[in-house]
């Protein structure tokens, strides 16, 4: 295969003399797509499938407009500076074959995107449940269901893997260890993560099993896309739960594509106010194109659900290719706790548990 490399470049006689000797050199290798425009070089990403997009440093491109589609680096004239508005930067003036070594690093980077899904060999469900607005109560609702599934007698083990996590505030138990503690064993090349869980996982008086969250936020950061994948499968094959159910951040970094990519059911929360439901609609667009891109199937597996959501202020996105739930009131004057439980017994999630 050729890597698509665009090129967004205000010097016309650089990007002329750089793209003959791309052509000169490395024409089976690379297939090279020149631009001075920056509005006609963002849309030809999606129409021609761009691998590695380089940028002038005089550009300044907002990675929204990219969103993940593919690798990026700015061009800079000096060889010295690595990074450029925290992404990567190529010194523009080096020798055509380094350049090169370069782009093959960030295509090798950016295609390293999880695109299979995960196997269970003992029927365990995974539900992931993930905001691309904040504030609207996502871990309420990721809580809420997981006490529905032991309210009907499922065995489910709930993970909160949000940087900040609430799960402490919302379940009880009398463990000593914690995330921090199973991020470490995940770490160790000797550790037998079955026996750690064990250890590590907690019982809520609902009957939810879970893990208290990290001493430090900055632990769960350390989580890389291995660490899940071992996790899961730790998980998995411990024949204990039926479902999983995953509070996560929602972002493009591998990670969370992975737990996208491994869920059977993805839960994506708005509260239906105009600010939430754009991002929302901008989370899905850009879910839809990885799909096309990487051959992903995320986007079947989406459903929306509406928390907080009230009949004045709320609306519904007019999205045909996802399911919609439906909604789930704002409720006044009670815990997190109690509202958990209360949201627990709604019908709105009767077709979750379902899955």
Same mark, same amino acid.
């Given at each position: 295969m050729r890597i698509?490399?665009?090129i967004l470049e205000k010097d016309e006689e650089y990007l002329r003399r750089i793209t003959s000797a791309f052509e000169r050199g490395y024409s089976d290798k690379l297939e090279v797509f020149g631009f001075t425009d920056e509005t006609t070089a963002l849309n030809s990403i999606q129409k021609q499938n761009i691998d590695v997009f380089l940028v002038n440093e005089c550009f300044s491109i907002q990675m929204e407009e990219i969103g993940g589609l593919c690798g990026f680096a700015y061009l800079v004239d000096s060889s010295d500076v690595q990074s450029l508005r925290e992404q990567r930067a190529i010194g523009k003036y080096q020798m055509v074959d380094q350049i090169y070594k370069q782009i093959l690093d960030i295509f090798a980077e950016?295609?390293?995107?999880?695109?299979?899904s995960f196997s269970s060999n003992s029927g365990m469900k995974i539900i992931v449940i993930v905001s691309a607005?904040?504030?609207?109560g996502s871990s309420t609702v990721a809580s809420s269901l997981a006490h529905r599934l032991a309210?009907?007698?499922?065995?489910?083990?709930y993970l909160d893997l949000q940087t900040f996590s609430s799960v402490d505030n919302i379940f009880t138990g009398n463990g000593t260890m914690n995330m921090s503690d199973l991020i470490y064993a995940l770490?160790?090349?000797? %550790?037998?993560?079955?026996? !750690?869980?064990?250890?590590?996982?907690e019982q809520d008086q609902s009957g939810v099993c879970y893990v208290s969250g990290c001493k430090n936020a900055l632990d769960i950061e350390e989580l890389n896309s291995e660490d899940i994948e071992k996790l899961v499968q730790a998980i998995d094959a411990s024949n204990t739960y039926g479902y999983l159910v995953i509070d996560s951040n929602f972002s493009f970094k591998k990670e969370q594509q992975m737990l996208l990519s491994y869920a059977d059911t993805i839960i994506m929360i708005s509260d239906g106010t105009e600010i939430a439901n754009v991002k929302t609609m901008a989370a899905l667009d850009s879910l839809e194109?990885?799909?096309?891109?990487?051959? %992903?199937?995320?986007?079947? !597996?989406v459903r929306l659900l509406y928390n907080r959501f009230g009949s004045k202020t709320g609306q519904l996105m007019n999205r045909e290719d996802v399911i919609t739930l439906g909604g789930i009131p704002k409720f006044e004057g009670i815990d997190t706790h109690q509202l958990a439980q209360q949201?627990?017994?709604?019908?709105?999630?009767?077709?979750?548990?379902q899955i």
């Amino acid at each position: 295969m050729r890597i698509k490399l665009a090129i967004l470049e205000k010097d016309e006689e650089y990007l002329r003399r750089i793209t003959s000797a791309f052509e000169r050199g490395y024409s089976d290798k690379l297939e090279v797509f020149g631009f001075t425009d920056e509005t006609t070089a963002l849309n030809s990403i999606q129409k021609q499938n761009i691998d590695v997009f380089l940028v002038n440093e005089c550009f300044s491109i907002q990675m929204e407009e990219i969103g993940g589609l593919c690798g990026f680096a700015y061009l800079v004239d000096s060889s010295d500076v690595q990074s450029l508005r925290e992404q990567r930067a190529i010194g523009k003036y080096q020798m055509v074959d380094q350049i090169y070594k370069q782009i093959l690093d960030i295509f090798a980077e950016n295609n390293s995107v999880v695109t299979s899904s995960f196997s269970s060999n003992s029927g365990m469900k995974i539900i992931v449940i993930v905001s691309a607005a904040g504030g609207v109560g996502s871990s309420t609702v990721a809580s809420s269901l997981a006490h529905r599934l032991a309210l009907e007698q499922r065995s489910v083990l709930y993970l909160d893997l949000q940087t900040f996590s609430s799960v402490d505030n919302i379940f009880t138990g009398n463990g000593t260890m914690n995330m921090s503690d199973l991020i470490y064993a995940l770490k160790g090349k000797n %550790n037998n993560i079955q026996f !750690k869980l064990q250890s590590i996982v907690e019982q809520d008086q609902s009957g939810v099993c879970y893990v208290s969250g990290c001493k430090n936020a900055l632990d769960i950061e350390e989580l890389n896309s291995e660490d899940i994948e071992k996790l899961v499968q730790a998980i998995d094959a411990s024949n204990t739960y039926g479902y999983l159910v995953i509070d996560s951040n929602f972002s493009f970094k591998k990670e969370q594509q992975m737990l996208l990519s491994y869920a059977d059911t993805i839960i994506m929360i708005s509260d239906g106010t105009e600010i939430a439901n754009v991002k929302t609609m901008a989370a899905l667009d850009s879910l839809e194109i990885l799909d096309q891109h990487h051959k %992903n199937k995320v986007i079947p !597996k989406v459903r929306l659900l509406y928390n907080r959501f009230g009949s004045k202020t709320g609306q519904l996105m007019n999205r045909e290719d996802v399911i919609t739930l439906g909604g789930i009131p704002k409720f006044e004057g009670i815990d997190t706790h109690q509202l958990a439980q209360q949201i627990a017994t709604m019908a709105v999630l009767d077709d979750v548990i379902q899955i």
